[in-house]
């Protein structure tokens, strides 16, 4: 467990914000290491041809090559107050400022650990020369602008969405009952978060910042971010990714739309395609088309009955249709 002391000086300077630069490593992750995402699905050729790119390489080589677990903390930096253009550039010029002591820290004893083998010697001898900060920070803005930036302003709508309902249930129940409702690995009582994580610290934020990003790339992982000398940041999944209007980077919709949705909706209970097919209007081959695309995001299960094949609704697949509900 971790035990996030708050109180109230600390409630008082906490907020909600999106940050840029989560969504682009979460993104440079998946296709670095080949994943898809739950909700949007390949990240596709244009972010696997920027991964190309030297300096996005050089990102890529600071995560595990399973694309998961440890990120350096200077490469999501908190993000500041602003716009979400102001919010990128402030990330990007505090990752280019990043202190040595954090990238020796971060990169030269942490990231090697956690990848499991040894840093790539170009990545140490620009972390010995003090020029890695600088690559990195062109690293994430580039692949940002290839892959993310043009259709930004659709997921910001998603993460703008996500806070104006939190801020209306604060007004409504209080800050506490909101936090306590980010993510069900989440309690709150009377002055702390308890998160539940195979890890065992208790840190006291009194007097410090608490940032609550909602972070759509991510979905639908919660990760803290934590660090004695910077506040905290909890990235938490934003309600209603998944929904029809919810349109991913690059227009990645292989299991959003109307179809799909329909489709996941009514799968709560085991379906056969060609039941599917009269009950949506819909021909039987679309119906498989898109079934198989449920399938292959594993938000439905198949079995066989006899001489039909049943789908149905996964656990992940059920928290997707009720984020994207009405």
Known sequence: ???????????????????????????????????????????????????????????????????????????????????????????????????????????????????????????????????????????????????????????????????????MAIAGNGIGQVLGRLHPRINWTSDSLIIDTPHDRVVDLTDHDLVLAATVLTWPTLMVQIDDAMPAIIYYPPSRVGNRRCRGPGGLTEVVGAVRAALLTDLEVARSTAELATRHGVAASTVSYHLGALHRARLVSRHRDGRHVLYQRTTRGTTLADTAGP
Request: proline letters at 6%; a neutral charge.
């Open 1 to 167: 467990m971790i035990t996030l002391r708050l109180g109230v000086r600390t409630l008082a300077r906490t907020r909600w914000s999106a940050s840029l630069a989560m969504e682009a490593m979460a993104w440079l992750a998946l296709a670095a290491s080949t994943r898809r995402h739950a909700v949007f699905g390949d990240p596709g050729p244009v972010a696997r041809g920027a991964l190309r790119h030297p300096d996005v390489s050089l990102v890529a080589d600071l995560l595990s090559p399973q694309g998961a677990g440890y990120i350096p903390d200077l490469l999501t930096p908190k993000p500041r107050l602003g716009s979400w253009h102001e919010i990128l550039d402030a990330q990007l010029a505090e990752i280019e400022s990043a202190a040595q002591d954090a990238v020796d820290t971060q990169v030269l004893s942490a990231a090697e650990s956690h990848r499991g083998r040894p840093l790539p010697h170009r990545i140490r001898r620009l972390a010995e020369a003090g020029r890695l900060q600088q690559r990195l920070a062109a690293g994430v803005a580039h692949f940002w602008r290839e892959t993310l930036h043009d259709d930004w302003p659709a997921l910001q709508t998603v993460i703008d969405n996500d806070i104006g309902a939190r801020s």
